[in-house]
């Protein structure tokens, strides 16, 4: 069975929730990373970093993850 490529598309915004600011990810388009989330779905920071940490790991079996940012 051939490797699939993976590709996450992150918008990001920062929203102000009782005098804190924190950043907020939303899927705009995932292609075989049905395991980090669908479309419309929001991320944490901490969820973002860990999916970036994997993204950079090797990953025997499961193709290449990318991560692409939009504003």
Do not use: C, W, Y
């Not at 973002?48 to 939009?70: S, Y």
């Amino acid at each position: 069975m051939p490797r699939l490529n993976s590709k996450l598309v992150l918008k990001t915004s920062r929203v102000t929730e009782n005098n804190v600011q924190q950043e907020i990810f939303v899927i705009v388009k995932s292609t075989n990373t049905l395991e980090h989330g669908i479309p419309n779905d929001t991320l944490d920071r901490a969820t973002v970093d860990k999916i970036l940490k994997d993204a950079n790991a090797h990953r025997p079996g499961r193709g290449t993850l990318t991560v692409e940012f939009v504003s």
